[in-house]
């Protein structure tokens, strides 16, 4: 039985019940890739950013900001070639004065959207995230 049977196939939300194990497993039976940002260490959206662009091999002038982030999790990767699905998980996601509630909502709009992009296209895009 999937581990996905009752997750939504584009959607971003909270890891709540799921373990790393299980959804690194998850992927594989199912050929999606599997993308993971420990953004534990970050303070600052910038850094943030930054943990994402390096940990996700993304260009690093695109991942700089918002805008740059959409770009990669949505263009960059579709003109790549024919993509299987994803599961992505952000993990340890600030709870900082430099990175407030406002910036992590702005942040996980961008991954809302990208979800959406994907969608649209029948490619499965699900994040699952934790604050720090």
């Given at each position: ?18 373990r790393m ?5 998850e ?31 993304f260009p ?14 949505t ?6 070639g ?23 909502e702005?942040?996980?709009d ?5 979800a ?17």
């Amino acid at each position: 039985m999937s581990l996905f049977k009752t997750v939504r196939t584009n959607i971003v939300q909270s890891i709540r019940a799921f373990r790393m194990p299980e959804l690194v497993g998850e992927a594989a039976r199912l050929g999606h890739h599997f993308l993971y940002a420990n953004c534990s260490v970050a303070k600052t959206k910038a850094e943030v950013l930054e943990s994402i662009s390096t940990s996700f091999f993304f260009p690093k002038q695109l991942g700089k900001n918002y805008d740059g982030l959409y770009d990669c999790l949505t263009n960059v990767l579709h003109k790549a070639g024919p993509q299987p699905g994803f599961v992505i998980v952000l993990e340890g996601l600030p709870a900082t004065q430099k990175f407030d509630k406002e910036a992590r909502e702005t942040l996980l709009d961008v991954f809302r959207e990208a979800a959406e992009f994907w969608g649209e296209r029948r490619i499965h895009f699900r994040v699952f995230y934790s604050f720090s």
